[in-house]
């Protein structure tokens, strides 16, 4: 007797969906990680770990474009100088939040990294409103609304304001705000990218290398094969991604998204024994209200949504 085609369909749909929640999850847990490998190069000049995770990307991603038979894709965004001319100005808004990023988990300010991720998705849909024109539910306002005062609180509070958290917010929504206007894959996109940018980073490390100050081949192996990591640390949870949302709903990954930011709010008061106060707690209270406000939104706007498996286009903005 022959299986109905419910019968069959059913376990491919299934394992569809178990391999798309595991490469999810994967992916935002190496991106949880982040501060761990960052602590390992903190004695190396942040700008010069930003300059390697650019060029060790770039090589890795134009072998994966390469091996993956996505020439043609790549070829269609290099030879077009209006998304090559976004995409540059792009990734200087994203290396500006990789600096900050490596820069604050090297003066032990992981925390704060936590909080700007955080803030993140409501800067972005903050600028969609502005720039875009989206119009915004009541939900959608009272979340950012709860955002900043949770922010404000922080300041007044804590007697400071937490501007490693602000500038990576504001950097990771001004970048997915102009991939979005760009239009092109996530993937061959950020080669792109990487490429686009890599002659300024080749270009810093010969000049610090003549000023004799640059870390890399100057006697330290271990540290040099750090540094040649950071283009897989960068590459593999993007890869991940990537595969992820061919087989998972946007509100699905939507839900999996806060898990780096509290990998990270875990790893600064846990491991590394970063402050924590009531004021941080009032402050991040605000903001995780906002988040859960947010999320509740775009579940169910989503859910509305029909989804065919493969067919949604990849989101901007991942490449943390």
Do not use: C
């Not at 390992?40 to 090589?59: F, G, K, Q």
């Not at 992981?110 to 969609?128: D, M, Q, R, T, W």
């Amino acid at each position: 007797m022959k299986p109905s085609p419910t019968a069959t369909a059913a376990p491919t749909k299934a394992s569809r969906k178990r391999l798309g929640v595991i490469q999810g999850l994967a992916s935002y847990l190496v991106w949880g990680a982040f501060p761990i490998y960052f602590k390992a190069v903190a004695s190396v000049p942040a700008l010069e770990v930003l300059v390697h995770r650019i060029i060790w990307s770039a090589v890795l991603l134009l072998a994966f474009v390469i091996i993956t038979g996505r020439i043609k894709e790549f070829s269609a965004i290099i030879t077009n100088g209006r998304s090559v001319a976004i995409l540059f100005v792009a990734t200087l808004s994203l290396s500006s939040g990789w600096l900050v990023f490596i820069k604050a988990v090297a003066d032990d300010r992981v925390l704060e990294a936590s909080l700007g991720y955080y803030i993140a998705p409501l800067v972005s849909v903050f600028l969609g409103f502005v720039f875009l024109r989206e119009k915004l539910s009541v939900r959608q306002t009272l979340s950012v609304a709860l955002a900043a005062a949770g922010v404000v609180l922080q300041a007044v509070m804590v007697g400071r304001l937490p501007m490693e958290s602000l500038l990576l917010a504001v950097t990771f929504a001004l970048y997915g705000l102009m991939r979005k206007t760009a239009r092109v894959p996530a993937v061959t996109g950020l080669t792109v990218q990487m490429l686009v940018i890599s002659p300024l980073a080749i270009a810093f490390l010969g000049f610090a290398m003549a000023r004799g100050e640059m870390v890399f081949l100057s006697g330290v192996p271990g540290m040099d094969v750090l540094l040649i990591l950071a283009g897989a640390v960068t590459v593999t949870p993007l890869l991940l991604h990537a595969a992820a949302l061919h087989h998972l709903r946007l509100s699905t990954l939507g839900f999996m998204q806060f898990i780096f930011p509290t990998a990270y709010f875990l790893l600064a008061v846990f491991l590394y024994g970063e402050p924590f106060t009531a004021a941080h707690l009032v402050s991040f209270g605000f903001i995780w209200a906002g988040l859960l406000l947010y999320t509740y939104d775009s579940f169910n706007t989503m859910r509305s949504i029909p989804f065919v498996t493969g067919a949604v286009e990849e989101p901007e903005g991942f490449e943390i």
